[in-house]
């Protein structure tokens, strides 16, 4: 076959290798045919020769699938809301299987690792919510786009977990918060120096964050929580005067204001979160790296 691009020869069928990315990592595909001009170099692959390199490549993709935990496992069935039964009818296995796979009494085989794997890439915000290197990804890539000046803490979370498909119920067992407190933090209910410092550093390694990020959110939730002092009543639509409402009406009053510092370019604080905090948190994140060291 001439050359395409000077035609100056033809083809000759070489072996070389392919560099592919694969869940975000480079990988190399060693002898892959390929169809090289002898004159200018030119590469080109036949249509057989495509098909060979996406099986590799396929191959490749589905070895690399990490083996989930038994805590991912157990995860996994909160984050779909299944019962034991539930979730062994769709994997069509018997349940005396994944619960053992739960108790990490034996190791899930590698296919039936990859049926899992297929199942969790069809849940929103399940790969992110389960692998620390999806949500790692995924968290890089919006923290430019929600980070702020005028971003208060709650707003942050709340629009990380939009943005993510996050599970909030992940988030309270990684930073060690029950899911009232949760609520609480998206509304900026909680003074920011009564959040736990190691809460609070906690916050920063699991949404990968830093200390001026960390800084900013509270100082920007710091100037919503004490301009709440002086918000009398707010009408929210409910069908109910249970909790439910009021937990609406304490997110209502907390986006308006939100919204009312955004628009004014900020709302004015009489004071900021003190230093004095900061570098607590400072102190538990170094004690958190070395221990990992």
């Known amino acids: 076959m001439i050359c395409t691009y000077c035609f100056e020869d033809n083809y000759k069928t070489v072996k070389t290798e392919l560099e592919v ?28 020769q495509s098909l060979e390199v996406d099986k590799k490549r396929i191959a490749l993709e589905f070895g690399l699938k990490p083996l989930v935990t038994p805590a991912q496992l157990k995860n996994l069935r909160r984050i779909l ?5 539930d979730i062994c009818d769709v994997l069509h296995i018997g349940k005396n299987t994944y619960g053992r796979w739960e108790r990490g009494e034996v190791e899930i085989t590698p296919s039936m690792n990859l049926l899992v794997h297929n199942l969790i890439e069809k849940v929103p915000g399940a790969a992110v919510s389960l ?29 990380a977990i939009e943005a993510t498909k996050l599970f909030p119920a992940i988030i309270c067992d990684s930073v060690g918060v029950a899911p009232a407190e949760l609520t609480k933090l998206q509304n900026n209910e909680v003074e920011p120096e009564k959040i736990p410092v190691d809460v609070a550093a906690k916050f ?17 939730a710091l100037g919503i929580f004490e301009m709440k002092s002086s918000v009398t ?3 929210a639509r409910s069908t109910s005067y249970d909790g439910k409402a009021a937990t609406i009406q304490d997110s209502t009053v907390n986006k308006i204001l939100e919204k009312l510092a955004q628009k004014k370019g900020g709302l004015p604080t009489k004071r900021n979160v003190s230093e004095d905090y900061l570098a607590k948190v400072k102190l538990v994140l170094s004690q958190r790296n070395s221990t990992v060291e």
């Not at 595909?29 to 170099?41: F, K, R, T, Y």
């Not at 920063?204 to 920007?220: A, E, S, W, Y």
Request: proline share 2%; hydrophobic share 40%.
């Open 233 to 235: 009543a707010v009408h």
């Open 21 to 48: 990315t694969i869940n975000g990592v480079q990988r190399v595909l060693s002898d892959i045919a390929c169809e090289v001009c002898p004159s200018c170099g030119d590469t080109t692959y036949t249509h057989e």
């Open 81 to 85: 809301d299944m019962k034991l039964d």
């Open 131 to 159: 692998f620390v290197s999806e949500r790692n990804v995924a968290l890089e890539k919006v923290n430019a786009r929600i980070l702020g000046p005028e971003t208060t803490f709650g707003e942050y979370i709340r629009k």
């Open 204 to 220: 920063i390694l699991f949404f990968r964050l830093n200390i001026d990020n960390l800084r900013n959110l509270l100082n920007n």
